[in-house]
């Protein structure tokens, strides 16, 4: 079953082709050809869970040749958990878009950059050696530039050019990195880096690292770098902010970083250190920031940053609870912020504004949308019964038993800042007096992504054993076996 | 020796001049100063691969896109007269 493997890169990027191909015929049809194709990479990434023994790794190499020269897939807890977020959300999106974008002329186009996009997630999320990374994050990160600004107004155009030239100068931070890693060990393979990576180089491992927190901190908005995330995923599309709010963050930016940090040069007290401060300003940073907000997505962009600050200092800690807690919040932020997101743009069609001061009462005019709001703002807030509440729990249990008191206060602090942003959105916008017009009812093609994460927050708040034993352990297992990662693979 | 250091010190040119310039070809021409240090630090440890390149040749093309409809719709090429986003 490894074939299946390489099948989340191709058919994405022979899809991407074809819609590329539709686009110069003008023929339609690549709405039809993105939701079939990102609904089948969602039944193989469910499907590799019956063919992938427990804790065990798949391993694809890539037309067959052996490092240095050919790379390979890798599929261990980590990725396969990633590769389902993120492809069951590109479903999701593509599903939305083709209500959401009905407004929008060049569909086509739009569909093939989105196949392009996801061609890149899934190989940045599945591939095991530096270089073929930094292509498929390239992949992914043009495609999102070009997203971006498809809506072709001023503040696109502005947005997109920012993320452009920050999200480049990341990418250059990121490239010198993995060339310095070539030149100390002669390889750009992660497992044998790993293991061959000389003891003796401590200077040189130091600059390599700081060129990736910088870099991979860039692609994540940690915060000193964060500057370009409130705008784009303001700007952009609706179901590309989703996407970009609650996939690309991830697995450009954290996933990479921690499978770079942990898995390849090993994680020390120093770097937990390091990241430990990053998150918590980030935390308390994007929470402050996100309560003066009156753009509905742009409070919910700075509320991102807040959530991948505690992403982050979960998987700093280094304890088993926090790493669990961290992609656990990773895996929940994935299903909450899309959803606001979708409510964003489905309030955007009805009323024809973002603004929280020029809507109100929209609970009884838009129901759907209004009850998932309700039911994402309370479950990012951290409140029980949703699933917010257990992941931050995990991480704050995890900060206050390794013996990080101060941080555990942080993310508290974040958590009852993040609630507050989001209680003036829903009594400014939700409840209180009816205000602006609303011209539509809510398309059942935008309410089914909706209702199936609305319901996703429920299943998972409920069924937390059920989701730390299948989903989450396995991740956790791969994560902590630190550079035991390279023996794993078998001398390869 | 001094090669690398001359590929280190181009790539800080180029770091400044995206953070100090104003001008919005300036920005992307420091943007290119940065890849060919990069690329030429890649040449100097024995491993070109022209992926690189080409991927941010293919950046340079998004940028020309944007840089086309900046010109059309804020009717300068200012980076600081880009201020629809705030806050």
């Given at each position: 079953m490894t074939l299946l493997l390489p099948l989340f890169i191709v058919l994405p990027l022979f899809a991407a082709c074809l819609a590329g191909a539709f686009f110069w015929l003008k023929k339609p049809g690549a709405e039809l050809l993105t939701n079939l194709v990102a609904a089948a990479l969602f039944a193989a990434a469910v499907g590799l869970y019956f063919f992938r023994p427990f804790n065990t790794l798949m391993i694809y190499d890539l037309s067959g040749w052996l490092p240095p020269g050919g790379s390979h897939l890798i599929l261990d807890g980590l990725?396969?958990?990633?590769?389902?977020?993120?492809?069951?959300?590109?479903?999701?999106?593509a599903l939305y878009s083709v209500a959401y974008m009905r407004k929008y002329t060049n569909r086509t186009g739009y569909y093939a950059l989105l196949l392009l996009l996801v061609t890149g997630i899934n190989g940045v999320i599945l591939t095991g050696d530096f270089f073929t990374l930094f292509i498929f994050l390239e992949i992914a990160a043009l495609s999102a530039y070009a997203l971006v600004a498809f809506g072709n107004?001023?503040?696109?155009?502005?947005?997109?050019?920012?993320?452009?030239?920050?999200?480049?100068?990341?990418?250059?931070?990121?490239?010198?990195?993995?060339?310095?890693?070539?030149?100390?060990?002669?390889?750009?393979?992660?497992?044998?880096?790993?293991?061959?990576?000389?003891?003796?180089?401590?200077?040189?491992?130091?600059a390599i690292l700081v060129l990736f927190l910088a870099g991979f901190g860039m692609k994540a908005a940690l915060v000193p770098f964060h500057a370009w995330l409130p705008d784009t995923h303001a700007s952009a599309p609706s179901p590309i902010s989703a996407l970009l709010s609650g996939v690309i963050i991830k697995t450009l930016g954290v996933?990479?970083?921690?499978?770079?940090?942990?898995?390849?040069?090993?994680?020390?007290?120093q770097l937990s250190l390091v990241l430990m401060v990053l998150s918590g300003v980030t935390i308390i940073l994007g929470g402050l920031l996100s309560i003066g907000q009156n753009d509905i997505k742009r409070l919910m962009a700075y509320s991102s940053i807040s959530q991948i600050g505690i992403i982050v200092a979960g998987l700093s800690l280094g304890s088993p609870l926090g790493i669990m807690g961290g992609i656990f919040h990773s895996f929940n932020h994935a299903l909450i912020k899309p959803m606001m997101f979708f409510n964003a743009g489905a309030i955007y069609r009805a009323t024809g504004t973002r603004d929280i001061r020029k809507m109100g009462g929209l609970f009884f005019r838009l129901p759907v949308v209004s009850a998932s709001s309700i039911v994402g703002s309370l479950a990012i807030s951290g409140l029980p019964p949703f699933n917010g509440f257990w992941s931050k729990m995990f991480v704050i249990v995890a900060a206050a038993q390794t013996g990080n008191l101060f941080l555990a206060m942080v993310i508290a602090i974040?958590?009852?800042?993040?609630?507050?942003?989001y209680l003036i959105f829903l009594t400014g916008a939700i409840f209180g007096r009816p205000n602006g017009e609303v011209n539509e009812r809510t398309p059942?093609?935008?309410?089914?992504?909706?209702?199936?994460?609305?319901?996703?927050?429920?299943?998972?708040?409920?069924?937390?054993?059920?989701?730390?034993?299948?989903?989450?352990?396995?991740?956790?297992?791969?994560?902590?076996?630190?550079?035991?990662?390279?023996?794993?693979?078998?001398?390869? | 020796m001094i090669s690398y250091l001359g590929c280190f010190g181009l790539f800080m040119i180029g770091l400044y001049g995206v953070m100090v310039k104003r001008h919005i070809y300036k920005i992307v021409i420091s943007v290119l100063i940065m890849e060919f240090a990069v690329d030429s630090f890649l040449v100097l440890i024995g491993n070109?691969?022209?992926?690189?390149?080409?991927?941010?040749?293919?950046?340079?093309?998004?940028?020309?896109?944007?840089?086309?409809?900046?010109?059309?719709?804020?009717?300068?090429l200012d980076a600081d007269e880009l201020k629809e986003l705030k806050g």
């Amino acid at each position: 079953m490894t074939l299946l493997l390489p099948l989340f890169i191709v058919l994405p990027l022979f899809a991407a082709c074809l819609a590329g191909a539709f686009f110069w015929l003008k023929k339609p049809g690549a709405e039809l050809l993105t939701n079939l194709v990102a609904a089948a990479l969602f039944a193989a990434a469910v499907g590799l869970y019956f063919f992938r023994p427990f804790n065990t790794l798949m391993i694809y190499d890539l037309s067959g040749w052996l490092p240095p020269g050919g790379s390979h897939l890798i599929l261990d807890g980590l990725s396969h958990l990633h590769i389902l977020v993120a492809n069951f959300v590109a479903w999701l999106v593509a599903l939305y878009s083709v209500a959401y974008m009905r407004k929008y002329t060049n569909r086509t186009g739009y569909y093939a950059l989105l196949l392009l996009l996801v061609t890149g997630i899934n190989g940045v999320i599945l591939t095991g050696d530096f270089f073929t990374l930094f292509i498929f994050l390239e992949i992914a990160a043009l495609s999102a530039y070009a997203l971006v600004a498809f809506g072709n107004r001023r503040a696109e155009i502005e947005a997109a050019f920012k993320y452009l030239i920050l999200g480049e100068t990341a990418s250059l931070f990121i490239l010198i990195g993995i060339g310095l890693v070539y030149a100390t060990t002669g390889t750009y393979d992660m497992a044998k880096v790993s293991q061959s990576f000389p003891a003796d180089a401590s200077a040189v491992k130091a600059a390599i690292l700081v060129l990736f927190l910088a870099g991979f901190g860039m692609k994540a908005a940690l915060v000193p770098f964060h500057a370009w995330l409130p705008d784009t995923h303001a700007s952009a599309p609706s179901p590309i902010s989703a996407l970009l709010s609650g996939v690309i963050i991830k697995t450009l930016g954290v996933y990479a970083l921690i499978r770079i940090l942990y898995n390849v040069f090993g994680m020390t007290g120093q770097l937990s250190l390091v990241l430990m401060v990053l998150s918590g300003v980030t935390i308390i940073l994007g929470g402050l920031l996100s309560i003066g907000q009156n753009d509905i997505k742009r409070l919910m962009a700075y509320s991102s940053i807040s959530q991948i600050g505690i992403i982050v200092a979960g998987l700093s800690l280094g304890s088993p609870l926090g790493i669990m807690g961290g992609i656990f919040h990773s895996f929940n932020h994935a299903l909450i912020k899309p959803m606001m997101f979708f409510n964003a743009g489905a309030i955007y069609r009805a009323t024809g504004t973002r603004d929280i001061r020029k809507m109100g009462g929209l609970f009884f005019r838009l129901p759907v949308v209004s009850a998932s709001s309700i039911v994402g703002s309370l479950a990012i807030s951290g409140l029980p019964p949703f699933n917010g509440f257990w992941s931050k729990m995990f991480v704050i249990v995890a900060a206050a038993q390794t013996g990080n008191l101060f941080l555990a206060m942080v993310i508290a602090i974040g958590s009852i800042l993040t609630l507050a942003s989001y209680l003036i959105f829903l009594t400014g916008a939700i409840f209180g007096r009816p205000n602006g017009e609303v011209n539509e009812r809510t398309p059942w093609l935008i309410a089914l992504p909706i209702v199936i994460l609305a319901g996703c927050c429920f299943a998972v708040g409920l069924f937390v054993p059920f989701i730390s034993q299948y989903l989450l352990n396995p991740a956790v297992v791969s994560v902590f076996n630190g550079t035991g990662y390279g023996k794993l693979m078998g001398g390869n | 020796m001094i090669s690398y250091l001359g590929c280190f010190g181009l790539f800080m040119i180029g770091l400044y001049g995206v953070m100090v310039k104003r001008h919005i070809y300036k920005i992307v021409i420091s943007v290119l100063i940065m890849e060919f240090a990069v690329d030429s630090f890649l040449v100097l440890i024995g491993n070109r691969k022209w992926g690189t390149a080409l991927i941010v040749l293919s950046a340079t093309l998004i940028a020309a896109a944007i840089i086309i409809r900046v010109q059309e719709s804020f009717g300068t090429l200012d980076a600081d007269e880009l201020k629809e986003l705030k806050g």
